[in-house]
């Protein structure tokens, strides 16, 4: 039975609205450059105000701090690269296909944002020293991608895909040690093969996991 409702599309903003949003969408862009360049320490707001030809004023006007621009700039990033935004549901995919397929589909779709994983892998880097402006972030960001993927392991382990004998939480800590070191690695010299480096963690940490790629 077809639903004689209609949906309604959304509205588009218009007028000052959809410009402050692009101005918005802008300031990001460039600040994504400016810090995945600099770091945050090296990249100032006027640097990102220079590359747009904005005043100060309305980068304060549209983020109010360098530290809320940050956080921002690293939100969009983590989103895009990370665990779970709306292209790409990783967690989704990890439920569906298992950790290991799932990974090796989103290192592949990495291949296309370098410039979002330098800014997390400088940024990373810097916020090691506590006093950095984002210590924090990043300590809740690893926290919650560690418990997120061994609970992702502990269902595979359910769903018979993985060995229950496995321990799921040093899976996950070693698994985001592997696939942070290579995309460091892949960074710094794009000859190195990120997904051949990930296929190989998996057939050695659990070689069960790769069954249905076979």
């Known amino acids: 039975m077809v639903s004689s409702v209609t949906t309604a599309k ?11 949003a692009q101005r918005w969408q802008e300031i990001l862009e460039a600040a994504t450059t400016v810090f995945a360049t600099h770091g945050y320490r090296g990249g100032s707001l006027r640097d990102i105000s220079r590359q747009l030809n904005l005043s100060l004023t309305s980068i304060v006007h549209h983020f109010g701090t360098k530290y809320e621009l ?17 292209a790409f549901d990783f967690e989704a995919d990890c439920a569906e296909r298992g950790v290991a397929l799932a990974t090796l589909e989103r290192v592949r779709s990495n291949l296309e944002r370098p410039e979002l994983l330098r800014l997390l892998a400088i940024l990373a880097a810097e916020s090691s020293a506590p006093e950095h402006p984002a210590h924090d972030w990043f300590v809740n960001r690893y926290r919650t991608k560690k418990a997120a ?6 269902f595979d382990q359910a769903e018979g895909r993985i060995d229950g004998a496995r321990d799921p939480e040093q899976l996950s800590a070693s698994l985001i040690g592997t696939w942070d070191g290579l995309q460091l690695q892949w960074l710094i010299d794009p000859s190195t093969d990120m ?6 963690f998996f057939e050695w940490a659990a070689p069960e996991a790769l069954q249905p790629e076979s």
């Open 149 to 154: 993927l061994a609970e992702a392991f502990a």
């Open 70 to 86: 940050l956080e921002a700039v690293l939100e969009r990033a983590d989103k895009t690269v990370g665990t779970g935004f709306a």
């Open 10 to 20: 959304p509205a588009r903003a218009r007028g000052p609205y959809a410009k402050s």
């Open 195 to 200: 997904v051949r480096g990930m296929r190989a």
